[in-house]
T-cell receptor, first 114, second 114 residues
Framework: QKEVEQNSGPLSVPEGAIASLNCTYS??????FFWYRQYSGKSPELIMF????GDKEDGRFTAQLNKASQYVSLLIRDSQPSDSATYLC??????????????FGQGTILTVHP | SAVISQKPSRDICQRGTSLTIQCQVD?????MFWYRQQPGQSLTLIAT?????????ESGFVIDKFPISRPNLTFSTLTVSNMSPEDSSIYLC???????????FGQGTRLTVV
């Protein structure tokens, strides 16, 4: 089982719709969860991070974390064509030898079509 | 937050040669991380660069192939040695904040080996 798994893509949504991206993780000791957006040929850029159960909202983006279910999601409201990118879920372990290391999911390609 | 300057941004290299990638951070950080992103893949951790001690390598990565230096708390280098076309990837350096609650990336080095 992969340590961080994302829903298989690619995901295609119409402009203005809600895009839902999902991620599960295997390490119950994970403490921080990140969503990165990566445009082709560019470095990942941080969209949001979350470490408490519940929802965290930032503009059109909402991250949801459920530690009991080991599940984190990202909702993009009013999707725009400029949101078309690969979205990476990443997790930082709580401590020990993994402290500070990011483990990434395989990424989900999102396409927002006009 | 941390600002990371990584160079070169891209390079095309002949097989059998070596390339050294530099990463400069605008603040002192305990740990720096080096990741690789092969074409169409997610990010994979190569090693953790520790100041004052040898780097810690992940499974599948060895010091002879990816020697790392960490002379101080703001700088690190990764060398890709004896390159082959399979080494063509984006290489990224990263740091996390003290609480490991947020991670920051350099701009990435896009390496093509011909």
């Amino acid at each position: 089982q992969k340590e961080v798994e994302q829903n298989s893509g690619p995901l295609s949504v119409p402009e203005g719709a809600i895009a839902s991206l999902n991620c599960t993780y295997s390490d119950r000791g994970s403490q921080s969860f990140f969503w990165y957006r990566q445009y082709s040929g560019k470095s990942p850029e941080l969209i949001m991070f979350i470490y408490s159960n519940g929802d965290k909202e930032d503009g059109r983006f909402t991250a949801q974390l459920n530690k009991a279910s080991q599940y984190v999601s990202l909702l993009i409201r009013d999707s725009q064509p400029s949101d078309s990118a690969t979205y990476l879920c990443a997790v930082i372990a709580a401590g020990g030898t993994s402290y500070g290391k990011l483990t990434f999911g395989q990424g989900t390609i999102l396409t927002v079509h006009p | 937050s941390a600002v990371i300057s990584q160079k070169p941004s891209r390079d095309i290299c002949q097989r059998g040669t070596s390339l050294t990638i530099q990463c400069q951070v605008d603040s002192q950080v305990t740990m720096m991380f080096w990741y690789r992103q092969q074409p169409g893949q997610s990010l994979t951790l190569i090693a953790t660069a520790n100041q004052g001690s040898e780097a810690t390598y992940e499974s599948g990565f060895v010091i002879d192939k990816f020697p790392i230096s960490r002379p101080n708390l703001t700088f690190s280098t990764l060398t890709v040695s004896n390159m082959s076309p399979e080494d063509s990837s984006i290489y990224l350096c990263s740091v996390t904040d003290r609480r490991a609650a947020e991670a920051f990336f350099g701009q990435g080095t896009r390496l093509t080996v011909v």
